[in-house]
């Protein structure tokens, strides 16, 4: 028996001799070997450690309490993790995990294996624990569910501003004089500054109002723009000429009850009678600028009226205005202008709703308000049908601020962009795989918006990937415009 053998035993209060089976097994193949100090023990299962400690104590006494030959002292060759338990010796192993409680088994979450050294516990080594989910065929955050919560980009630093950009837009606004609207038009005097201009002012978009008719009192079929959309601060009387401002152009010209056509032509290139437009109304127009018309009339084309101006069709019309300027309202040979009709065509219903694109001609007259309509105006109608335009009936001009805003409102929902320029994506998503939230800026919860698969599918909450950048649709762009300082986080799903 060697000395250091005989150390091992001097525990002061050693329990030499175990129950355990496994115990007494090694201290038998240690006696058969001439030493019978008790060797380390280790867990069951872990690898067993070979080896004793190379250390002895001194002549100071061990503490060992549980007899496995490691204790506390200057007599113990090495301190013991658990002087309670004879099985945790040096070297022990065992199994051990850091992360929360619960998630131990789930997903990536496993345990690693930590050993026992000198009295202390090592580090836990090759433990499993939850991480942000990744685009990586396995359950990170240990809910299990695998790649479900997509890649949150750079989160939460990503937070950016939306890039919103307003399109210029400008809009002409065709009225006829004739005697019959004379309350169509006060109507339209007293609704285009406030619900249409006002509207567009606060969208912040920029547009501009060309207005061809004949500048005058609405008694008398004229009409005055006043401020603050026009520049004129006068029209009871009206001035002799309309007023010019930043945004508001009128080109004086009688508008007759069925030559609305030839007249938008005939101004297009020539002096206007105020000298506002030397060049026609066309060098109001600009050239980045998108384009709507909004015809207002009571009346319509004659057919067959020996006078061409007032027999004028949509198709004819047509004809004039590519030759006028076939770069102004087509684009590569396809129409990019709005045509708007409102005129004598009976009411949808409800009343207050225009008549869509795909709605057929509407024949039938308009009777609301007692009004008289002269005609349907189908030419007007086939060409608002071509073009993507809205129809409404002139007799509801007593609700005109509800058609003005519902054209001020489609220009705001077709004008503003709200785009964002995504960096890095992670590995295992697209653009394709992502996921919007809309954080307002007053600390309310994030708005939600899901992918659709382009425009035409928009909803209220929808964007969708246009080449490198996510565009928002019409409907949560203007909801997000109203809160310039709300971000927008990006959550990259994984693609499947
Ligand atoms: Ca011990
Ligand atoms: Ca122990
Ligand atoms: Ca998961
Ligand atoms: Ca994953």
Not at 397 to 425: K, M, P
Request: charge should be negative; glycine fraction near 12%; aromatic fraction near 6%.
């Amino acid at each position: 028996m060697s000395a250091s053998c005989s150390r091992f035993r001097r525990g002061s209060r050693g329990r030499p001799g175990h129950k355990d089976g496994r115990l007494a097994v090694a201290v038998l193949a240690i006696v058969a070997m001439g030493c019978v100090c008790h060797e380390p023990k280790v867990l069951v299962d872990a690898p067993v450690i070979v080896g004793p400690p190379s250390s002895s104590g001194g002549d100071g006494g061990c503490v060992d309490l549980d007899g496995d030959g490691v204790g506390a002292g200057p007599g113990c060759p090495v301190g013991d993790c658990d002087d309670g338990d004879g099985n945790v010796a040096f070297r022990a192993l065992r199994n051990c995990y850091t992360g929360p409680a619960g998630l131990l088994g789930v997903g990536q979450c496993r345990s690693g294996a930590q050993v026992c050294l000198a009295g202390i516990w090592s580090p836990c080594v090759g433990e499993g624990l939850p991480r942000a989910e990744s685009c990586d065929r396995a359950d990170n955050d240990c809910d299990g569910l695998i790649d479900e919560d997509g890649v949150r980009h750079g989160f939460p630093g990503s937070k950016q501003p939306l890039e919103i950009a307003s399109l210029p837009i400008d809009v002409i606004f065709v009225v006829d004089n004739s005697n019959s609207m004379k309350a169509v038009n006060a109507a339209v005097e007293r609704n285009i500054n406030d619900n249409f201009a006002a509207i567009i002012d606060a969208s912040g978009i920029d547009y501009r109002v060309i207005l061809i008719s004949e500048h005058g009192l609405s008694g008398e079929g004229g009409i005055c723009v006043g401020a603050p959309l026009s520049g004129n601060g006068q029209c009871d009387p009206p001035g002799a000429c309309p007023v010019s401002s930043s945004r508001f152009f009128h080109y004086n010209r009688r508008v007759g009850s069925h030559n609305a056509f030839s007249r938008i032509l005939e101004t297009y290139s020539t002096a206007d009678a105020c000298g506002l437009a030397p060049n026609g109304w066309s060098s109001w127009l600009r050239p980045d600028a998108a384009r709507l018309f909004v015809l207002i009339t009571d009346d319509g084309p004659l057919p067959g009226d020996p006078y061409g101006a007032n027999s004028m069709t949509a198709q004819s019309f047509e004809e004039g205005l590519s030759r006028l300027a076939p770069n102004h309202f087509w684009t590569a040979g396809v129409r990019s202008y709005v045509f708007h009709t409102i005129a004598g065509l009976k009411e949808n219903t409800p009343a207050s709703a225009p008549w869509r694109p795909r709605d057929p001609i509407v024949t039938e007259l308009c009777s609301e308000n007692g009004f008289v309509a002269q005609a349907n105006g189908s030419e007007y109608q086939v060409l608002s049908r071509a073009t993507g335009g809205l129809r409404f009936p002139i007799c509801g001009y007593r609700s005109f601020d509800a058609v003005f805003r519902e054209i001020a409102l489609g220009i705001v929902r077709t004008q503003i962009s709200c785009t964002l320029r995504v960096g890095d994506v992670p590995p295992g998503s697209s653009l394709d795989d992502t996921r919007l939230e809309l954080w307002p800026s007053n600390g309310g919860p994030a708005m939600v918006l899901e992918r659709v698969d382009g425009p035409a599918s928009c909803t209220p909450t929808g964007f969708y990937v246009d080449r490198d950048v996510l565009r928002l649709c019409p409907e949560a762009c203007s909801a997000w415009r109203r809160d310039p300082s709300a971000v927008v986080d990006v959550i990259f799903m994984c693609s499947r």
